[in-house]
């Protein structure tokens, strides 16, 4: 069974760092580029950062560049969301998500910003 298991979320003052996780399951993972996804509430899904198979090239949506650090570890099937200078507006369900023959998502891990 295919299956993506985020972890990691929690609550966090503004400025903040917090580590987010998704094992992976089922699926050749090293074979396939990872994706992390956020959606706040009352607003669309966006892709945050992906990191293709080898992990050899990221790219990032403009509001996160230089504060967050999409990596993997494909021995562990894993690829981790490194979040630093966290700010209120990062405050959502934090997702991951492969396409593997179809968009598989994790359950979703809340990261909520706040003092």
């Known amino acids: 069974q295919v299956q993506l298991v985020e972890s990691g979320g929690g609550l966090v003052q503004p400025g903040g760092s917090l580590r987010l996780r998704c094992a992976a399951s089922g699926f050749t993972f090293s074979s396939y580029a990872m994706n992390w996804y956020r959606q706040a509430p009352g607003k669309e899904r966006e892709l945050v950062a992906r990191i293709l198979s080898t992990g050899s090239f990221t790219t990032y949506t403009d509001s996160v560049k230089g504060r967050f650090t999409i990596s993997r570890d494909n021995a562990k099937n894993t690829v981790y969301l490194q979040m630093n200078s966290l700010k209120a507006e990062d405050t959502a369900v934090y997702y991951c998500?492969?396409?593997?023959?179809?968009?598989?998502w994790g359950q979703g891990t809340q990261v909520t910003v706040s003092s």
């Open positions: 998500n492969a396409m593997v023959g179809q968009p598989i």
